[in-house]
């Protein structure tokens, strides 16, 4: 007996956050520096590579969230992509939270958006361009710089975290 489903003539959205769930998507905290000179950051799994020549990645953020107004004139910012042990700081910026930074350790890169430490990557974007798509708006900046570690990601499935366990020959499970 299959477990595939047919697809419905009428798309409910529980039904279609159910079926994006399924998609295992990486974890990043995008941050960058708001006018007053604080910091501002999410947790997102909307990232993704768009090109590799010139360097796009896009993302998306809510449009009620509050930090669209910082993004949205923000010059640059940063994707931070989380390692297997920060599951507390993607809780932490998913939540309201009075500082999100407060103990967190990070630097700041050469345009002045965190890069948290411990992270498995870290990419530095000048904004290119947004698009407004449905209740969300679609950022697409051009990765001016990166850097990356040798590391466990933190993994976003099913609606919830997960972590990639070493296989025991010394690969990755599959």
Partial sequence: MSTE????????EQQFREALAQFATGV???TTRWRDNSFVGFTANSFNSVSLEPP????????????????????RYAV????????????????????RFAGVAFRLGHAGAPLIEGCVAWLECRHQALHPAGDHMLFIGQVETCAYRQVEPLVWHG??????????????EP
């Fill in 56 to 75: 796009l990645v896009t993302w998306s953020l809510g449009l009620r969230s509050r930090s669209l107004a910082a993004f949205e004139s923000a010059e």
């Fill in 28 to 30: 990043t905290i995008i």
């Fill in 159 to 172: 609606g919830r975290y997960h972590l990639r366990r070493p296989h025991p020959q010394g690969g990755q």
């Fill in 5 to 12: 489903r047919a697809p419905q003539p009428s798309l409910h």
């Fill in 80 to 99: 931070n992509v989380l390692a297997h042990d920060q599951i507390e700081l993607a809780r932490r910026f998913s939540r309201p939270h009075a500082d």
